[in-house]
């Protein structure tokens, strides 16, 4: 970490100085890393940096180039812009600062950990799946019907108008042929909200008993339908035989919980519309995901699989 990034955490955390940093991990195909650093002589005991490097390789005129680093504008507009709207049924790490260089972002956030979200899930429990469906579902009322100034205008790192070649490379025909078509009938939706894009489990953070989360990594949040974090979300913690089982239990209890976070932030919007808009949406969210997965990496999914036949059933309700 250089000086001048040094002299900016030591300024935005109102420290003294700083610890020595250790690496969280490093971000997706060596764009930079996240640090922790211990602050000295400030309330803040702790701040968590995200500092971005392009590779010496990157392609200044590659697509996923341009893709990555609209990512991370998008990342810190979001925690400059709206973060400070999120409150703790939609926790969000606060932004002390960030700055940005030449399109090299660094952001300087608050330390979910020491903050008392210090527990990862590896094996979700039941309570951590629904504070996260907590989370999903505040965070969609919260924002919906706003306009995602400064954000993706589509959330999410698969839409399919920032995703040619995957399209491209994509076996299944039938699939391909309707991909305009699924992506037409999310974005047409009328309730509109911002979504987080990337609502794997890998990026919420849970406090010691599981009862509430907080999420991080915002580098694709935008425009959508709640229903795409949902999908994804699910997608990630559980196997396909148990996506196909508790689909209904899951949709039940998220939209269940969209009632409560209509009544909480007394939207103008009458939550059994937006069930009747969402809920059906949901198959066309995962084929979605299932269109950019596939033209990724063949085969990503089993050829018998529960997305496999949630593909089928979304192309016939097109055909019809």
Same mark, same amino acid.
């Given at each position: 970490m250089d000086r001048s990034i040094h002299e900016t955490v030591v300024k935005l955390t109102g420290g003294e100085s700083l610890g020595k940093p250790t690496v969280i991990q490093s971000l997706w195909s060596g764009y930079g890393s996240i640090f922790r650093i211990p602050v000295i002589g400030s309330?803040?005991?702790?701040?968590?940096?995200?500092?971005?490097?392009?590779?010496?390789?990157?392609?200044?005129?590659?697509?996923?180039?341009?893709?990555?680093?609209?990512?991370?504008?998008?990342?810190?507009? $979001?925690?400059?812009? $709206?973060?400070? *709207?999120?409150?703790?049924?939609?926790?969000?790490?606060?932004?002390?600062?960030?700055?940005?260089?030449?399109?090299?972002?660094?952001?300087?956030?608050?330390?979910?950990?020491?903050?008392?979200?210090? *527990?990862?899930?590896?094996?979700?429990?039941?309570?951590?799946?629904?504070?996260?469906?907590? $989370?999903?579902?505040?965070?969609?009322?919260?924002?919906?019907?706003?306009?995602?100034?400064?954000?993706?205008?589509?959330?999410?790192? $698969?839409?399919?108008?920032?995703?040619?070649?995957?399209?491209?490379?994509?076996?299944?025909?039938?699939l391909r042929k309707a991909a305009s078509a699924i992506d037409h009938a999310l974005s047409s939706c009328p309730f509109q909200t911002i979504i987080h894009g990337d609502a794997k489990v890998d990026n919420f953070c849970f406090t010691a008993d599981g009862s509430r989360c907080a999420a991080v990594d915002f580098q694709y949040v935008g425009g959508g339908v709640g229903v795409k974090d949902l999908a994804y979300f699910v997608g990630s913690i559980f196997p396909e035989w148990e996506c196909e089982r508790r689909e209904s239990t899951i949709l039940d209890r998220y939209f269940a919980l969209i009632r409560s976070a209509c009544e909480r932030y007394n939207a103008r919007i009458n939550p059994e519309e937006l069930e009747q808009a969402w809920r059906p949406l949901y198959r066309f969210a995962w084929a979605d995901f299932h269109r950019f997965a596939e033209g990724w990496s063949p085969n990503y999914w089993a050829s018998n699989g529960y997305s496999v036949k949630v593909v089928r059933s979304v192309i016939s309700q097109i055909a019809t």
């Open positions: 309330p803040i005991s702790s701040a968590i940096v995200k500092q971005v490097k392009f590779p010496e390789s990157a392609d200044s005129n590659d697509r996923g180039h341009l893709r990555k680093v609209k990512s991370f504008e998008v990342e810190s507009a $979001w925690y400059d812009r $709206w973060s400070n *709207r999120c409150d703790d049924l939609c926790r969000s790490a606060i932004c002390y600062g960030s700055i940005c260089v030449d399109g090299e972002v660094t952001m300087v956030l608050e330390d979910l950990d020491a903050s008392g979200f210090p *527990r990862r899930a590896r094996r979700i429990s039941e309570s951590e799946l629904d504070a996260v469906l907590s $989370w999903l579902a505040h965070f969609h009322v919260k924002f919906i019907s706003e306009q995602p100034d400064s954000l993706w205008t589509t959330g999410t790192y $698969w839409h399919l108008a920032t995703r040619p070649e995957e399209l491209a490379n994509l076996r299944d025909t039938n």
